[in-house]
C-alpha cells in the first residue's frame, strides 16, 4: 500500500511535443559538442570508459563530451517506476515516469529558523481596542528544530515525505557527525519517506547502517529504501563538482535512489531565455542520470530539477518569479517526455516572513507546478525568503492550502448513470416551491467529500490568519512523538557513532 | 407506546428526515419511516396534535438550534429538519383547526418587484414554517399593489420582503409606503432582509426589523410578539 498523493488527471503542459523535441536535441547537442566539465577522476574515467570523449582543460579537469547514444541508453537503462519507502510501509511512495500521482516533500535545508510570537498592541486611541500582531524572531536551526520540524511533517496530512528543512548548526554538529545526526533526527520522528542530501562522504556508510537497522537489514532497505538521496553534483554551467560526484558514484554502488539535482539561474548562471535555461538544465541532469547508468546499471535516479530566475536587484534565485515557474513545469514536461521519475520544486516565496507576499507566491506556483504533475514535488512547506528560511507556522497553513488543492483533484463525477440521476433529481426539485438541493448536499458534507471553509478564516472579520495557525501548530506540537522503537533507538547508539545523546527518545517514549 | 413515537419522530427530526426516502445522519435509519410518516401513524394511533408539537417537533427544532450553534451542524441541516417540521405542521395544520388551536403566526413572504432572486427567501420560508409559523410565500418579482392586496385579505401579521439589488431596494420603501396608504400600519409588522439592505436602512424606511439571515427571521418575529 502507498499514500495517494494528488493524482493529475490532464496535467498542465506549457511545451508542445516538438517544443520537447528541440528542447532534447539541443541537450544532446550541448552534451556531445561543448560537453560537461568533470572535476571527478573517478567519473572521468566512468565516462571514457563507456565510449564518452575525454580531453584534459586544467588541473584535475577534463572535458567530456557525451555521444547521444550513450544518453539514450542511460535513459533507457534507468528505471521508470521507483519505490521510495518509508517506517510506516503505508506511507511508501511509487513513483512512476509515465503516471502524475505527485507526491508532496517539504525542504530543502535553510539556515534560518523562524520563531512567531503575537504580542498584544493597544490602539493610542481606543485603549479598549486591543490587537494581537506577529512578531518573527530569526535564528540558526538546531537538531532540536530538525527533530521537531520532523514530527510537523508526520502529523501535517498533505506532506508525502520529508526533507529536512532546517540545517544544523548546534556547536557540537561537525561535518563528521552531521549526517548521522540528520538522519537519525528524520527517523526518529517521521514515519514517512525521509530524503536528504549528504555533507561528508565518510558518513555515508553510517549513514546506510542507521537506515539498515531502521529497515530491518541490509535486504529489508533495498526492499523499502527508507531513505535517498539527493545530489547537486552540476554547478552550473555544465561543471560537474569533484565532492558531490564521489557521492553520488557511492550512492549508485549502493543501490538507493537517488535525485540528480541541477538549480541553474537563468541570467547568471544559465542563460536568460526559457529556451537557453531549459536546455542547459536538460542537458546537466542527464549527464548526471547517463553517469549513474554507467557506475550501475538499473540505479534508481530521479530527474530533478530547479532552474530559477536571477533577481535583478541582488542576484539571488527569484523563486517567486512567474518564469521559475515556468521553467520547472517545462522541466516536469521534460522528464515525462524521457518517462523518468521527476523530482521538481514549487512553493518557495521570496518573503522573508509568512503574509500575503509569500501566500500569494507559493500559491501561484505550487498550484502551476503541482498541476503539472511531477511525481515528486518539494514543495517548501514552510520556506521563506528563497531557500534560506523555514517557519513551522508557514508549514502550517501550507498544509490547510494543499488540502484546497487536493480536494480540487478528485476526479469528477461525470457518467451516464450519475448524468441520468442528477436529471431526475433537477426535475424533481425544480417542481418543488423552495427548489433547494439541501438534502442532496447533506450526505456529501457528513462523508467529508466536501471541502471546509477555510480553516484560518476569523468570522469577526478581521485578518487573524497567522494568530489561529500558530494555535493550530501549537496543538500539533503537543501530538505525541511518531519515534522509533526503543531496541532499535538502543542499536542506533550501539553501533553508528557520533549520534547526540540528547536526540535518544527513549525516556520520552 | 405513545413516547416511543413522539421519540420516533424528535430523533427524525433532528436528523432532518422528511419521509423515508431521506438520508439523516445515521445511516441506521436509512429507509425507515421519516417524520411524514411517523407523523400520521402518530396521529392514526391518537396521539393529540399539541402533544406532537410539543414533545416532538418543538423540543427537536430547539434541539437542532443548540447543534448548529455549538458548530456540529451546518444550515442545510437545519434547513433539512426544519423542511421536516414544516411538512409535520402541513399534516397537522387540520387538526388544530379542528381543535382551535391557533398557529404562532400568520406570515407572508416575498422577493419585491424587479427582483427575482430567492434563495434567501425561500430559506426564511423553510425555517418560519419549521418554527411554526403559518407561511405564505407570495413569490418574486411581487409588485407592490399584489402584496398589499395579499397582506389585506389573508390577515398577515407580518411581511417579510427580500432584495438582492440595489436597484430593487427601493421597493421596498414603496411597500411600508403602500401599507400606510391601505390604512395597515401597525397591523401589519415588516422585516426586510437580501444582501442589499442593512439595519440602517431598515431604520431610513421604517421597516419593523432588519434580519441579517433566516434565524434573524424567526427570532426578530419574535421579538414583534412580545412587543
Known amino acids: 500500500m502507498a499514500r495517494e498523493g494528488l493524482l493529475v488527471i490532464r496535467p498542465l503542459e506549457r511545451l508542445a511535443t516538438k517544443d520537447l523535441n528541440h528542447i532534447h536535441q539541443a541537450s544532446l547537442d550541448i552534451l556531445s559538442e561543448i560537453g560537461i566539465n568533470c572535476h571527478n577522476r573517478d567519473a572521468v574515467e566512468a565516462f571514457a570508459g563507456a565510449g564518452a570523449g575525454a580531453s584534459p582543460v586544467g588541473d584535475e579537469i577534463s572535458n567530456i563530451k557525451i555521444p547521444p547514444k550513450l544518453v539514450l541508453k542511460a535513459i533507457e537503462n534507468a528505471p521508470k517506476e521507483i519505490v521510495l519507502g518509508a517506517r510506516d510501509p503505508a506511507n511508501q511512495l511509487i513513483l512512476h515516469g509515465d503516471r502524475t500521482r505527485v507526491y508532496l516533500a517539504s525542504g530543502s535545508e535553510s539556515n534560518i529558523w523562524l520563531d512567531t510570537s503575537f504580542r498584544p498592541f493597544i490602539n493610542k486611541n481606543d485603549p479598549d481596542e486591543e490587537v494581537k500582531l506577529p512578531s518573527f524572531n530569526p535564528r540558526r536551526g538546531t537538531v532540536a528544530d530538525l527533530a521537531f520540524s520532523a514530527h510537523l511533517a508526520q502529523s501535517l496530512d498533505t506532506l508525502d515525505a520529508f526533507i529536512r528543512p532546517v540545517n544544523i548548526q548546534d556547536k557540537d554538529i561537525n561535518n563528521h557527525n552531521k549526517d548521522v545526526n540528520k538522519f537519525f533526527c528524520c527517523l526518529n520522528n517521521t514515519s514517512k519517506h525521509v530524503m536528504a542530501g549528504l555533507t561528508s562522504l565518510e558518513q555515508l556508510q553510517n549513514v546506510i547502517a542507521m537506515a539498515e537497522i531502521v529497515a530491518g537489514g541490509q535486504q529489508a532497505l533495498q526492499n523499502n529504501p527508507i531513505i535517498s538521496f539527493i545530489t547537486c553534483l552540476v554547478k552550473s554551467p555544465l561543471q560537474m563538482v569533484d565532492d558531490t560526484t564521489q557521492t553520488l558514484i557511492r550512492i549508485c554502488l549502493e543501490g538507493l535512489p537517488v535525485v540528480i539535482s541541477s538549480s541553474p539561474q537563468a541570467g547568471t548562471t544559465a542563460p536568460p531565455s526559457e529556451a537557453g535555461i531549459v536546455s542547459q538544465i536538460n542537458a546537466e541532469v542527464l549527464a548526471g542520470i547517463t553517469l549513474t547508468q554507467i557506475i550501475n546499471p538499473g540505479t534508481p535516479v530521479i530527474y530533478g530539477s530547479v532552474p530559477v530566475r536571477a533577481r535583478l536587484d541582488n542576484l539571488n534565485d527569484a523563486y517567486g518569479a512567474p518564469e521559475s515557474t515556468a521553467y520547472n513545469i517545462d522541466c516536469v514536461q521534460m522528464a515525462r517526455y524521457y518517462g523518468l521519475p521527476c523530482y521538481s520544486t514549487a512553493g518557495v516565496s521570496d518573503a522573508p516572513i509568512p503574509g500575503l507576499q509569500s501566500a500569494v507566491e507559493r500559491l501561484f506556483s505550487s498550484l502551476l507546478v503541482a498541476l503539472s504533475g511531477p511525481q515528486y514535488l518539494h514543495c517548501a512547506f514552510g520556506l521563506l525568503d528563497g531557500n534560506s528560511t523555514f517557519s513551522p507556522l508557514q508549514a502550517v497553513m501550507d498544509d490547510t492550502h494543499f488540502k484546497m488543492l487536493r480536494q480540487f483533484l478528485k476526479p469528477a463525477d461525470i457518467d451516464p448513470e450519475n448524468l441520468e440521476a442528477v436529471y431526475r433529481k433537477i426535475a424533481d426539485t425544480v417542481q418543488t416551491s423552495q427548489k433547494l438541493f439541501i438534502n442532496d448536499i447533506r450526505p456529501l458534507m457528513r462523508k467529508g467529500k466536501l471541502s471546509k471553509p477555510y480553516i484560518f478564516e476569523d468570522r469577526q472579520g478581521n485578518d487573524s490568519v497567522l494568530c489561529k495557525a500558530n494555535q493550530e501548530l501549537e496543538r500539533l506540537m503537543t501530538l505525541p512523538g511518531c519515534h522509533l522503537p526503543e531496541e532499535i533507538i538502543e542499536k542506533v547508539y550501539e553501533r553508528i557513532p557520533g549520534i547526540l545523546p540528547r536526540l535518544d527518545t527513549r525516556k520520552s517514549n | ?227
Open chain 2, 1 to 227: 407506546m405513545e413516547t416511543e413515537i413522539i421519540e420516533k419522530i424528535r430523533e427524525n427530526l433532528i436528523q432532518g428526515r422528511k419521509s423515508e426516502e431521506d438520508e439523516g445522519i445515521d445511516e441506521t435509519l436509512n429507509g425507515t419511516p421519516g417524520v411524514i410518516e411517523l407523523t400520521e401513524e402518530a396521529l392514526e394511533k391518537g396521539v393529540s396534535p399539541k402533544e406532537i408539537i410539543s414533545l416532538a417537533i418543538t423540543p427537536g427544532m430547539e434541539a437542532v438550534g443548540e447543534k448548529y450553534d455549538s458548530g456540529e451542524y451546518f444550515i442545510p441541516d437545519m434547513l433539512a429538519s426544519a423542511q421536516a417540521a414544516g411538512a409535520a405542521m402541513e399534516i397537522l395544520k387540520p387538526h388544530l383547526e379542528k381543535a382551535r388551536i391557533a398557529s404562532k403566526g400568520r406570515v407572508a413572504v416575498a422577493t419585491v418587484k424587479d427582483d427575482i432572486h430567492d434563495i434567501g427567501k425561500n430559506i426564511v420560508v423553510i425555517l418560519l414554517k419549521g418554527a411554526g409559523y403559518d407561511v405564505d410565500d407570495l413569490g418574486i418579482d411581487v409588485s407592490t399593489e399584489k402584496i398589499v392586496e395579499e397582506v389585506k385579505t389573508r390577515g398577515i401579521e407580518y411581511l417579510g420582503l427580500s432584495a438582492l439589488l440595489t436597484s430593487t431596494m427601493t421597493r421596498m420603501k414603496e411597500v411600508i409606503e403602500a401599507l400606510d396608504k391601505a390604512g395597515l400600519k401597525g397591523k401589519v409588522r415588516v422585516l426586510i432582509g437580501g444582501a442589499a439592505v442593512s439595519q440602517e436602512y431598515a431604520d431610513e424606511i421604517g421597516a419593523d426589523a432588519y434580519c441579517a439571515d433566516g434565524f434573524q427571521a424567526i427570532s426578530a418575529i419574535g421579538a414583534l410578539k412580545q412587543q
